[in-house]
Every structure is written in C-alpha cells, then in structure tokens.
C-alpha cells in the first residue's frame, strides 16, 4: 500500500516520538507475547501516551478484517483461519503480566464468521476476568452485521464499557466506511447494548475533517445521546495512505475544545475531544475510572455494571 501524499499539518498535530521505560517494557511484554495492538497496526498517534500511562488496546481475532473502509489502515482481506481458539486464554495470561490499570479489546471484523466472532470475544473478556479481575475491561466491537444476539453475547460478559464508533457523521458514512456499514446500524447496536445492561457505559466516536458540517456533528451527538450513550471522543481524521480518503480540513485545538463544552451540555458524561484523540485515547484516565467504579473517591453514586 503506498504512502499517503505529502499534506503540510499544522504545528499542534505534531507527535512526539514514543519512548521511555515504561512504553519500552511493555512493547517488549506485547512482542514477547505475541499479540496484536490496534495501537500499532492503526498508526495511532498517542501510542506513548497510552502505553507509558498503563493503558493498551489488544486486537482480537487476527490482523485481516474483512472489511476496507476508507479511514483505517488495519490489513483487509479474508482472513486465511479462523479464530485461534486459544488466543483467550493466551490473551488473558499475557495480559496478567502487562501490569495495565485498564485494557480496551478490540477486534478486526469476522464477517466471514456467523457471530461476527462475538463468541469469541466474550470467551476473552471471561478469561481475562478470572485472571485479573480488578482490570478495568472495555470492549470495542464491531457491529456484527446488526445481530442483536452477538451484541447480548458480548454484553452478558460484563465488559466495564461497551463501545462501538459510528466513526462519522451520517452522510459521509457511504464513502468512508464499508459498505456493510451503516450509520443507522451502528446507532443500534449501541442502542441494545444500552437496554440489555442499562447502567453500563457505552461509548462512541467520532473523526472530523472528512467535509462533514458543523450541523451534522452536532446532530451526530444527539444521536448519539437519544442512544443512552454516556462517553464520547472526537478526534482529527489523518489519512493513512492515498487509497484512503483524503483530509478535507485541520480542524483547530479551540474547536475541538469548543465541542467537548456541547457534548458536555448535551449529557454526556465523558468527553474526550481534541486532535490527536481516538477512540481509546486514554480511556483509562481517572475520570472515567470513576465512572465505571462509582466507589472510587470522587466517583458517582450511580452508574457502573448491572
């Protein structure tokens, strides 16, 4: 795949170079290990952040999805096997080892699978409860083709939050992401997730700079919140190569800063916003924590599993 064209970005998507003790130890455990990072086969720009600060995403069911839309640079293809049946148990010994304060599993899309792999996300999720269970557990899935009973598979093994991303605003939703995608689609797999645990969190997110409209964002997190959505991300859309849709706009710090006041004023009660945020982006940070464990000092008397 060829590199993306040459775009000037502007000073304050300047990424720092990962490094330090802490980012070292555990690339070398996630090497040594075996596993797959969303961190690293996405290009995220906050991977030292995250990781320095005990925080990882692990990819689940190999590193070919089966879908290809237009903004991520995970491999697409069939995926030559099937799951490893093993990656479970594996997964959760290696995870016990990592020292994480908080782990978000994400997956590539199985559509080749008739669970959409839901089965063997929740296998994973269950492995590494009983391994570390005070690990603070977030799930970021896909949408499963719109089954209703590979989300409940995936809800009733209790992840602290589910997530999934709508990853744009509806009418870009066609010429950004897969054709097996859809906006609405993605709006109700949150939407059952919300009515089968009611007082877990659900998250999602959103890319700016692909030409949507100041409107459509707005409409986008009312949708999101007619949903029961409690937690949200807003980041700037980078394009991986030049397969991938192109940057539209550099969307600045101050607007960033301006829509995380709206999801604020809309309800939400976690808003991550800024440009170099993405869905995971420091999804362990304190606040968050408190939302999930009310019990926490400063935490909320609501909330948490059900």
Same mark, same amino acid.
């Given at each position: ?134 690990? @603070?557990? &977030? !799930? ?7 089954? %209703?009973?590979?989300?409940? *598979?995936? =809800?009733? #093994? ?51 700079? @692909?030409? &949507? !409209? ?7 997190? %009312?949708?999101?919140?007619? *949903?029961? =959505?409690? #937690? ?75």
């Amino acid at each position: 795949m060829s590199c993306a064209p040459a775009v000037r970005k502007p000073s304050w998507l300047k990424i720092r170079p990962a490094g330090g003790p802490d980012y070292n130890r555990l690339k070398h455990l996630l090497r040594r290990s075996g596993l797959h990072t969303v961190c690293e086969e996405a290009q995220c720009p906050n991977v030292h952040e995250c990781w320095a600060g005990g925080t990882a995403t692990i990819m689940l069911g190999g590193d070919v999805c089966t879908r290809g839309c237009r903004f991520c640079a995970v491999k697409t293809g069939v995926p030559a096997t099937p799951p490893d049946p093993l990656e479970p148990a594996h997964t959760a010994e290696a995870v016990a080892s990592l020292g994480l304060e908080y782990l978000v599993i994400t997956m590539v899309n199985r559509d080749d699978l008739p669970d959409g792999a839901a089965g063997h996300v929740a296998a994973t999720i269950r492995a590494i409860r009983a391994a570390t269970p005070a690990l @603070l557990l &977030e !799930t970021l899935v896909s949408d499963f083709m719109g089954r %209703r009973e590979s989300v409940d *598979v995936v =809800v009733a #093994a209790a992840p602290d939050v589910f997530a999934h991303n709508i990853e744009v605003v509806e009418r870009l939703t066609p010429r950004v992401r897969d054709h097996r995608a859809s906006y609405r689609q993605s709006l109700q797999v949150l939407e059952w997730a919300k009515s089968a645990a009611p007082g877990r969190l659900t998250k999602s997110s959103i890319m700016l700079g @692909l030409g &949507e !409209t100041e409107d459509e964002v707005l409409q986008s997190m %009312r949708d999101l919140r007619s *949903v029961g =959505v409690n #937690a949200l991300t807003l980041g700037q859309y980078l394009q991986p190569s030049s397969w991938h849709a192109p940057v539209e706009q550099f969307v600045t710090p101050e607007k960033f800063d301006e829509w995380r006041r709206v999801g604020e004023n809309l309800g939400f009660d976690y808003v991550a916003s800024g440009p170099l945020v993405r869905s995971s982006y420091r999804a362990g940070e304190y606040f968050l924590k408190r939302l999930i464990r009310p019990g926490l000092p400063g935490g909320r008397s609501g909330g948490g599993e059900v």
